[in-house]
């Protein structure tokens, strides 16, 4: 039995070194074989994938109207009533100032008489021939017509008379001279007759008509400027002062003076501004060293410290190609930009007000399929730009042409690649 135990022994411990020693065997039979995918013995190979890219610059602007438009008096008068204050909203079809119709209201009389007068004339020219100077006319013509049948019947029975002695010669002569006077009258009266008749057309019925017009125009004139004299907001918009009515007052001028109710006004002096709040813009300034990055239409994300909170989009709408004054010799020159924000909603009307500062981020470039490779993966060839390139580790490498894009902190995008593995160059 004694003999047994270190028989036994001695047999686990030579199977244990057995086994351990089939271990390790097995251990350096898979490291050689299966060497790590992103470092292979020809060199050290990097994944790459696609992911989006976006470039962004970063500006401060000011919130300003689309579009700002000056109200003036309709019409000379006295201002009746201001129904607004300075800064104070209003809507769309609003009164913002009444004015008094008094003195207008006495032109539009005189030039509805004026209108009616022209009328009553141009309807005695369409009627011209029944008219009361051609009626006298015609009855001062038939008058010297008769007259004259008359004396030329009397004439020739004297004529008869004298040839058998009856009467004497000067009697004769005298019928004579009579008639001659009467048929110069005949003739006088015809061309009054015509004189009359053509007062009727040509020229007579143009004038007549011209002067027609002239009076309804100014009179329809007058009568749309009465239908005028309640100014009224022609859009959504805030009141803005008037130009020039907070700097100093020019005596010789009452257009710089605020006007006030019962001030005195003439016809298109100016009484305030509208500020269009129904599109908003944003005008801002870019550097000389990124105005070649901005063009129309780049989507912009707006946001302030005024409306905190609410996000904004809009786009580029204008970038001026003329550089802001700048004094400061060497300085980066400045170019103005304007930001169209689209129709907000009342709610944000509420929060977004003018003149507020904002913070702008304008997307200069995107590619949302991006591949981004280091420098050091690039290589140039007699063909140009090319990579070493392999769908994954163990397939075959291909040296594939690619073309640049945009510059990154991590490297350089690519065009005409696709995801796999690129080796840098050693």
Same mark, same amino acid.
């Given at each position: 039995m004694t003999t047994d135990k270190p028989l036994r022994r001695k047999r686990w411990i030579q199977g244990a070194g057995l086994l351990l020693t089939l271990v390790v065997a097995g251990a350096v039979v898979t490291t050689l074989r299966a060497p790590a995918a992103d470092e292979p013995a020809d060199g050290r190979w990097i994944a790459v994938q696609v992911s989006p890219l976006v470039h962004q610059i970063g500006l401060v602007g000011k919130i300003e109207p689309q579009r700002t438009i000056i109200l003036t008096a309709p019409f000379d008068g006295n201002v009746r009533a201001i129904d607004v204050e300075q800064g104070q909203r209003v809507e769309s079809g609003q009164t913002l100032l009444q004015m008094d119709p008094g003195l207008l209201e006495i032109q539009l009389r005189d030039a509805l008489s004026a209108q009616l007068k022209a009328r009553r004339a141009v309807q005695e020219l369409q009627d011209w021939k029944n008219s009361p100077q051609v009626s006298r006319a015609q009855r001062t013509l038939r008058s010297a017509q008769m007259t004259v049948g008359n004396s030329e019947r009397k004439l020739n029975e004297s004529q008869k008379l004298f040839e058998r002695g009856i009467i004497p010669r000067n009697e004769l002569q005298d019928l004579q001279q009579q008639l001659q006077s009467q048929r110069i009258d005949l003739t006088a009266a015809e061309g009054d007759l015509q004189q009359a008749l053509d007062q009727g057309k040509g020229e007579y019925r143009q004038i007549a008509d011209m002067e027609l017009t002239n009076a309804t125009v100014k009179y329809e004139a007058l009568k749309a400027l009465l239908d005028g004299r309640n100014v009224v907001a022609p859009f959504a918009g805030i009141v803005v002062p008037a130009p020039g009515s907070s700097g100093p007052?020019?005596?010789?001028? !009452?257009?710089?003076?605020?006007? &006030?109710?019962?001030?005195?006004?003439?016809? +298109?002096?100016?009484?305030?501004? *509208?500020?269009?709040?129904?599109?908003?813009?944003?005008?801002?300034?870019?550097?000389?060293?990124?105005? !070649?990055?901005?063009?129309?239409? &780049?989507?912009?994300?707006?946001?302030?410290? +005024?409306?905190?909170?609410?996000? *904004?989009?809009?786009?580029?709408?204008?970038?001026?190609s003329l550089a802001l004054p700048n004094d400061a010799p060497g300085g980066s020159a400045q170019f103005p930009v304007t930001l169209s924000i689209p129709k907000l909603t009342l709610e944000q009307l509420q929060r977004v007000r003018l003149g507020m500062s904002a913070r702008l981020t304008i997307v200069t470039y995107r590619n949302d399929q991006a591949i981004v490779l280091p420098a050091a993966a690039i290589q140039h060839d007699a063909k140009g730009m090319v990579v070493d390139y392999r769908e994954a580790a163990g397939q075959p490498v291909k040296r594939v042409p690619v073309k640049t894009g945009q510059a990154t902190p991590d490297g350089v995008e690519v065009f005409g690649l696709q995801p796999g593995f690129v080796r840098l160059a050693q």
């Open positions: 007052q020019n005596a010789s001028s !009452n257009n710089s003076a605020p006007v &006030q109710t019962g001030s005195r006004v003439t016809q +298109g002096q100016i009484l305030f501004g *509208l500020a269009n709040i129904e599109q908003l813009k944003i005008v801002s300034k870019v550097s000389e060293l990124d105005i !070649n990055q901005l063009h129309q239409g &780049q989507s912009v994300e707006i946001l302030g410290d +005024g409306f905190d909170g609410e996000r *904004l989009s809009g786009s580029v709408d204008i970038v001026s």
